[in-house]
């Protein structure tokens, strides 16, 4: 298996424009978890979805930010506008069980 | 989920092996105890959870208190690899919205030198 794939793995961007990043769990996983990390904040969970629907999006910062699930097998995390203060590490994470298995996160710069 | 807490810092030689402790003193009777660890630059990388019991497994071994208060991450034999920041995490076991959240704090930095 390729584990979770992320695309894509770097972004840089303008403010204001918006920012789509994909996420590809591991096959058979029900969970996806999208996650991001930044030195002042840490790693914090975003929204995460079971069987496609979201299940907990308390951790989104903003109407700026949403996630969608179409299918089983992606997800997308959308930023529109983006701003400075959204520079991060997204990473997203997929589960069928209690353990989480992370992909290799997106690092994303807005300037 | 309950907090965790757990030294900023840990130094080990490398080959020795590696202890890392973690405080859980409000843990509720069905939550486990989980470690993750992320290496410079990567995704988090699940090592071992359990709930009562000592477990082992080919990273790691956990080392849980009998009152569950605290635990202690043992890596057997360092290696440089090992060089990451190692997070301890409380969990609910199943069931209710929380089940998959993880709530990561700021963890332990280990720190293996030659």
């Known amino acids: 298996d390729a584990g979770v794939i992320q695309s894509p793995r770097h972004e840089v961007t303008e403010m204001g424009q918006e920012v789509t990043l994909r996420c590809k769990p591991i096959?058979?996983?029900?969970?996806l978890f999208w996650y991001r990390q930044t030195m002042m904040r840490g790693l914090e969970l975003l929204i995460y979805?079971?069987?496609?629907?979201?299940?907990?999006d308390s951790g989104m910062p903003e109407d700026r930010f949403s996630a969608k699930m179409p299918n089983a097998s992606f997800s997308t995390l959308k930023i529109q506008p983006s701003e400075p203060r959204d520079s991060a590490v997204y990473f997203c994470?997929?589960?069928?069980?209690?353990?989480?298995?992370f992909g290799p996160g997106t690092r994303l710069l807005v300037l | 989920d309950a907090k965790t807490t757990q030294p900023t810092s840990m130094d080990c030689a490398e080959g020795r092996a590696a202890n890392l402790p973690c405080n859980h003193s409000?843990?509720?009777?069905?939550?486990?105890v989980y470690w993750y660890r992320q290496i410079h630059s990567q995704g988090p990388q699940y090592i071992i959870h359990?709930?009562?019991n000592n477990e082992t497994n080919e990273m790691a071994s956990l080392i849980i208190t009998e009152d569950r208060k605290s635990s202690t991450l043992i890596l057997p034999h360092a290696t440089l690899r090992d060089t990451a920041v190692y997070y301890c995490?409380?969990?609910?076991?199943?069931?209710?919205?929380?089940?998959?959240?993880?709530?990561f704090g700021q963890g332990t930095i280990l720190t293996v030198h030659p």
């Open positions: 994470a997929s589960s069928s069980s209690s353990r989480q298995y």
């Open positions: 096959s058979g996983h029900d969970y």
């Open positions: 979805f079971n069987n496609n629907v979201p299940i907990d």
């Open positions: 409000t843990i509720s009777g069905n939550e486990y």
């Open positions: 359990g709930l009562k």
């Open positions: 995490i409380v969990r609910v076991a199943s069931g209710g919205t929380s089940y998959g959240k993880l709530t």
